[in-house]
């Protein structure tokens, strides 16, 4: 399923490489931020800050992925 993603953002999308490093960059930012968080070392200023980054740092993929998935379903939709 990545791999298909990977590939389909790559054939549609002419800087690539910049898109598909910067969602892997926001995927890494919040696996770090979910450790952080499941530490249970950080203040409560320092979860919330964490928190609306992750939050930030979701919308983003998300809307990054529903692209995605539009120019798939684009392309795999027969030509009428």
Not at 11 to 30: A, D, G, V
Request: charged content about 25%; hydrophobic content about 40%; aromatic content about 4%.
């Amino acid at each position: 399923h990545t791999k298909l993603l990977t590939l389909a953002w790559q054939f549609l999308t002419p800087n690539t490489s910049f898109l598909i490093m910067s969602y892997n960059e926001q995927l890494k930012q919040l696996e770090q931020i979910v450790s952080e968080i499941e530490s249970g070392q950080l203040s409560i200023d320092q979860l919330a800050e964490k928190v609306k980054t992750a939050t930030k740092l979701l919308a983003d993929c998300r809307k990054q992925l529903t692209k995605v998935e539009s120019d798939i379903n684009k392309i795999l939709k027969p030509q009428e």
